[in-house]
């Protein structure tokens, strides 16, 4: 069983504590504790072994994909080609296309993440400024990230934190992502009141939270330890 569990320091846990989340098992140890690993796992063997379980139908729903020149991928829930040819930068649009120098200069997953990362900003902030519109309040600046623990998150001087892999999703979850955030500049809890204003610029945002929810396999890319 101690093979699924990724142990890692924490300056600021205070006692050892096992985690599951997207996929992945870890038992967090607070930093200079020195602590007996195999006996935490076995004290907790029933909670350990169902976590495998749900980290193995995790892994079952990442997609297979053929990130290859020529190859497909999916962006807002549309197959796109992956087409390198010569052209001055990369761009998303029917097709992914990517420039033959760029490739050549680096390489084609380098490139590719980087053709994804531009979208997924370009698009945040696209959507952002028009829900904004939907709220009495204004950002300052947006920040692509790659986050391991939150879909996007909002600072206290208003600026906006997103994860780009999001575009790999459907698009509606893209906007629920964006909207939350932005809800959050008015009401920092997820109290009733933010849960309402949420619903009101996006009636649907129940069905964008439960695929974060299940669904949140599709966003893997690339080595899954970096979701
Ligand atoms: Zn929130």
């Keep these: 069983m101690e093979e699924f569990v990724e142990s890692r320091k924490s300056s600021k846990a ?3 504590k096992l985690k599951y989340r997207k ?30 379980k749900k980290a193995r139908e995790f892994d079952d729903k990442v ?10 991928i999916s962006v807002f829930d549309e197959r796109r080609k992956i087409v390198v040819e010569k052209r001055r930068s990369n761009e998303i649009k029917d097709n992914v296309y990517l420039s033959r120098h760029l490739v050549d200069r680096t390489d084609f997953m380098d490139q590719l993440e980087k053709a994804l990362r531009q979208f997924a900003r370009q698009k945040y902030e696209e959507k952002a400024s028009v829900f904004i519109k939907e709220i009495d309040e204004s950002y300052n600046k947006i920040f692509i990230r790659d986050q391991k623990t939150r879909w996007g998150s909002c600072s206290s001087n208003g600026n906006l ?3 780009w892999r999001v575009v790999l999703g459907p698009e509606h979850v893209f906007d629920y992502i964006v909207v939350h955030e932005l809800v959050h500049l008015e ?5 009733q009141t933010f849960w309402n204003k949420v619903e009101q610029i996006l009636p649907n945002y129940r069905r964008s939270k439960a695929w974060l929810r299940d669904e949140s396999a599709k966003l893997v ?3 899954r330890k970096q979701m």
């Design 161 to 163: 934190n997103f994860y």
């Design 187 to 191: 009401e920092m809890n997820h109290n």
């Design 23 to 52: 996929g992945n098992i870890s038992l967090v140890v607070p930093e200079g504790m020195d602590i007996d690993e195999e006996e935490i796992i076995h004290d907790n063997r029933e909670w350990v072994r169902e976590n495998i």
């Design 14 to 16: 205070k006692r050892p």
């Design 63 to 72: 997609p297979e994909r053929d990130l290859r020149p020529g190859g497909e």
């Design 221 to 223: 890319f690339g080595d």
